[in-house]
């Protein structure tokens, strides 16, 4: 989440909020550390990509913060303490590489009693998500349910739910609750008798819980655009405005494409609405389509993906998850992912968007890390990665990269700093303690926790989570796709190595990872930015480009074409930063840390490859 940065070029413009509230001032908003005259400006939806104010593509790469919000042990708060929320912050830019967040908010806490809104949850919510903002993460909340409510479920039962409150709940006659023979939390959705009566009455607006709904978003919206600086509100990107939509129980001769269109719809236009009145006209609702549209377990998927919406635009954006779900069942798929183990799943997303004149943003996709499919999560997330970044399979990258399709963004799930530390009484109840992985449904997908010495560390492999990828692209993205050299225990896993065809790229890459972007130039002076990631130093990164080589590039100033500088918000993270004013041009552009000293005469003879290649595959 991005930036929230100034408007000149090293010296820093401190911007203040003239938004008051209830009579009393907005604070006033330090600038974010790091930042430089192109980073600060609000996103918009623009040819079927976020933009920049300078036309620059944006890709979203992060995290779900924080499935805590789903508990009681914080008051359905993501973090215990700002404190807490600063320290996630600082480790997701420096160890996760993300450049953005998914920000959960609830219901249940922001509106107890009906008709009511807490502004003390909606000041602690906007507290903690400042201190995203403020280290330069761009932030897109979202109200999340799960299992409709957790006031649903008995003291001991099995299964858990988060989401509406309990005046909601009790507003209803729902039976009591029971998923039979359920072997997966999920199971719920549609053997739950009240989950499934309880999310019909929510669609159907019975007891006017819809609108109740409506209404406190509204006012959340208004809060948050009232309590944040105008540099603040320009990280947040949109609003996610319900979590995994599903209809319960169709009515009868209703389909599920026919409930996306006549129910789902109006519901998000009506949010769509609250969000123009709340000071959010100018930010994209993150609309999710029924739950099961892109399920990859036959028996489970149901026709939608909001094909009745008719052109989306600019004022939304095409929301989706994604899990493989029979890699999770640990029956219908053996053995582990392979290289484009997602191409096509993902490829439908790219078709989806694109067709609805929008674009994409996979909010939710991830693996378990414990229980016996754990094994496969390595494979899985590389995959989904590798998917995230290009529609071809490494196997044929090389070979027709312009196949590539856009760069998607997307958010993990999840960064849970709490993980294996928690303290949740599920349902309320003193017997059942939950302490363990995200105590929630026993779920464990976090991809850090807290150590001993209260230092966040990861739990998955840096080379995996933390990438290149390209975070603004000045121009129309053609290509991308990056070699992680992830692990799977003690396997190296490499989809993509750099083909004999190419033997100096070949050795100049070695057995190092390595990032390479192709791009066309629209004529802005603003650089296309790379992440780097931490294992990439910059005294030890190499970069070939059409543009200039550099083994060890230098700092950044606006007539170095190819040059470092750090990310925004004072955490240490750097980007590659590549400048090229001319307008229709292709560019490419090869980033890796395989390289030693490498000579003059081998970054010459790469870029000799590189661009015959460029020319040949893409033209």
Same mark, same amino acid.
């Given at each position: 989440?991005?930036?929230?940065?100034?408007?000149?070029?090293?010296?820093?413009?401190?911007?203040?909020?003239?938004?008051?509230?209830?009579?009393?001032?907005?604070?006033?908003?330090?600038?974010?550390?790091?930042?430089?005259?192109?980073?600060?400006?609000?996103?918009?939806?623009?040819?079927?990509?976020?933009?920049?104010?300078?036309?620059?593509?944006?890709?979203?790469?992060?995290?779900?913060?924080?499935?805590?919000?789903?508990?009681?042990?914080?008051?359905?708060?993501?973090?215990?303490?700002?404190?807490?929320?600063?320290?996630?912050?600082?480790?997701?830019?420096?160890?996760?590489?993300?450049?953005?967040?998914?920000?959960?908010?609830?219901?249940?806490?922001?509106?107890?009693?009906?008709?009511?809104?807490?502004?003390?949850?909606?000041?602690?919510?906007?507290?903690?998500?400042?201190?995203?903002?403020?280290?330069?993460?761009?932030?897109?909340?979202?109200?999340?349910?799960?299992?409709?409510?957790?006031?649903?479920?008995?003291?001991?039962?099995?299964?858990?739910?988060?989401?509406?409150?309990?005046?909601?709940?009790?507003?209803?006659?729902?039976?009591?609750?029971?998923?039979?023979?359920?072997?997966?939390?999920?199971?719920?959705?549609?053997?739950?008798?009240?989950?499934?009566?309880?999310?019909?009455?929510?669609?159907?607006?019975?007891?006017?819980?819809?609108?109740?709904?409506?209404?406190?978003?509204?006012?959340?919206?208004?809060?948050?655009?009232?309590?944040?600086?105008?540099?603040?509100?320009?990280?947040?990107?949109?609003?996610?405005?319900?979590?995994?939509?599903?209809?319960?129980?169709?009515?009868?001769?209703?389909?599920?494409?026919?409930?996306?269109?006549?129910?789902?719809?109006?519901?998000?236009?009506?949010?769509?609405?609250?969000?123009?009145?709340?000071?959010?006209?100018?930010?994209?609702?993150?609309?999710?389509?029924?739950?099961?549209?892109?399920?990859?377990?036959?028996?489970?998927?149901?026709?939608?993906?909001?094909?009745?919406?008719?052109?989306?635009?600019?004022?939304?954006?095409?929301?989706?998850?994604?899990?493989?779900?029979?890699?999770?069942?640990?029956?219908?798929?053996?053995?582990?992912?392979?290289?484009?183990?997602?191409?096509?799943?993902?490829?439908?997303?790219?078709?989806?968007?694109?067709?609805?004149?929008?674009?994409?943003?996979?909010?939710?996709?991830?693996?378990?890390?414990?229980?016996?499919?754990?094994?496969?999560?390595?494979?899985?997330?590389?995959?989904?990665?590798?998917?995230?970044?290009?529609?071809?399979?490494?196997?044929?990258?090389?070979?027709?990269?312009?196949?590539?399709?856009?760069?998607?963004?997307?958010?993990?799930?999840?960064?849970?700093?709490?993980?294996?530390?928690?303290?949740?009484?599920?349902?309320?109840?003193?017997?059942?303690?939950?302490?363990?992985?995200?105590?929630?449904?026993?779920?464990?997908?976090?991809?850090?926790?807290?150590?001993?010495?209260?230092?966040?560390?990861?739990?998955?492999?840096?080379?995996?989570?933390?990438?290149?990828?390209?975070?603004?692209?000045?121009?129309?993205?053609?290509?991308?796709?990056?070699?992680?050299?992830?692990?799977?225990?003690?396997?190296? =896993?490499? @989809?993509?190595?750099?083909? !004999? %065809?190419? *033997?100096?790229?070949?050795? /100049?890459?070695? #057995?190092?990872?390595? +990032?390479? =972007?192709? @791009?066309?130039?629209?004529? !802005? %002076?603003? *650089?296309?930015?790379?992440? /780097?990631?931490? #294992?990439?130093?910059? +005294?030890?990164?190499?970069?070939?480009?059409?543009?200039?080589?550099?083994?060890?590039?230098?700092?950044?100033?606006?007539?170095?074409?190819?040059?470092?500088?750090?990310?925004?918000?004072?955490?240490?993270?750097?980007?590659?930063?590549?400048?090229?004013?001319?307008?229709?041009?292709?560019?490419?552009?090869?980033?890796?840390?395989?390289?030693?000293?490498?000579?003059?005469?081998?970054?010459?003879?790469?870029?000799?490859?590189?661009?015959?290649?460029?020319?040949?595959?893409?033209?």
């Amino acid at each position: 989440m991005p930036n929230i940065r100034a408007r000149l070029l090293v010296v820093l413009v401190v911007l203040c909020g003239f938004l008051t509230v209830a009579g009393s001032p907005s604070a006033t908003a330090a600038t974010v550390p790091d930042s430089l005259w192109f980073d600060g400006t609000s996103l918009t939806v623009s040819n079927g990509r976020f933009t920049d104010s300078l036309g620059r593509e944006v890709v979203l790469r992060g995290y779900n913060v924080s499935g805590e919000t789903k508990l009681e042990e914080n008051s359905g708060l993501p973090f215990a303490s700002v404190a807490d929320a600063k320290k996630s912050a600082t480790a997701l830019r420096a160890l996760g590489g993300g450049n953005s967040v998914r920000f959960l908010l609830s219901w249940a806490h922001a509106e107890p009693a009906r008709g009511q809104v807490d502004t003390a949850y909606l000041a602690a919510a906007t507290d903690q998500m400042r201190a995203f903002l403020d280290a330069g993460i761009r932030v897109y909340p979202d109200f999340h349910q799960d299992l409709y409510s957790r006031y649903l479920f008995d003291d001991d039962s099995w299964y858990t739910g988060d989401g509406a409150p309990e005046w909601a709940v009790d507003a209803g006659t729902y039976p009591d609750e029971s998923c039979g023979i359920c072997l997966f939390w999920g199971q719920n959705i549609t053997q739950n008798g009240a989950v499934k009566a309880a999310s019909y009455d929510f669609w159907h607006n019975t007891y006017g819980l819809q609108d109740a709904f409506l209404a406190t978003a509204r006012q959340t919206m208004t809060y948050v655009r009232q309590h944040l600086s105008d540099e603040e509100f320009a990280g947040v990107v949109g609003f996610d405005p319900y979590n995994e939509p599903y209809a319960g129980t169709y009515d009868s001769g209703q389909t599920s494409r026919s409930w996306e269109k006549n129910v789902l719809w109006p519901f998000y236009a009506k949010f769509r609405a609250g969000m123009d009145a709340a000071g959010w006209q100018d930010k994209p609702a993150f609309v999710e389509p029924n739950l099961f549209w892109n399920a990859n377990i036959d028996s489970q998927k149901q026709e939608g993906g909001l094909l009745d919406a008719g052109t989306l635009g600019s004022r939304y954006v095409f929301n989706t998850h994604f899990y493989d779900q029979k890699a999770i069942s640990g029956i219908l798929m053996w053995g582990k992912a392979g290289d484009g183990q997602y191409a096509t799943d993902f490829g439908t997303i790219r078709d989806r968007t694109s067709a609805a004149g929008t674009t994409a943003v996979v909010s939710e996709f991830g693996h378990p890390l414990s229980g016996t499919v754990s094994d496969k999560a390595p494979t899985v997330l590389k995959a989904m990665y590798q998917a995230l970044d290009s529609r071809v399979k490494g196997a044929g990258w090389w070979t027709t990269p312009a196949a590539s399709g856009p760069v998607l963004s997307g958010s993990q799930w999840q960064w849970d700093i709490y993980n294996g530390r928690h303290h949740e009484l599920m349902n309320g109840n003193p017997d059942k303690v939950l302490t363990s992985g995200d105590a929630w449904n026993d779920e464990d997908l976090s991809a850090v926790r807290m150590d001993d010495s209260g230092t966040v560390a990861l739990r998955q492999d840096a080379r995996l989570l933390d990438r290149v990828y390209p975070s603004a692209t000045s121009g129309s993205t053609v290509a991308f796709t990056y070699e992680d050299r992830s692990r799977d225990g003690s396997t190296t =896993l490499t @989809w993509n190595p750099v083909p !004999s %065809s190419l *033997p100096n790229v070949a050795q /100049l890459v070695g #057995s190092g990872q390595y +990032g390479l =972007l192709v @791009w066309r130039s629209k004529g !802005s %002076s603003a *650089p296309t930015e790379l992440h /780097l990631p931490a #294992s990439f130093p910059t +005294g030890s990164t190499t970069v070939v480009s059409d543009l200039g080589t550099a083994y060890g590039p230098p700092a950044y100033t606006p007539t170095t074409p190819v040059a470092v500088a750090a990310e925004p918000g004072g955490t240490a993270s750097r980007r590659l930063l590549l400048t090229a004013s001319d307008t229709g041009v292709l560019h490419y552009a090869l980033v890796t840390n395989g390289a030693t000293s490498p000579s003059t005469a081998l970054l010459n003879a790469a870029r000799t490859e590189l661009a015959a290649w460029a020319a040949r595959t893409v033209g």
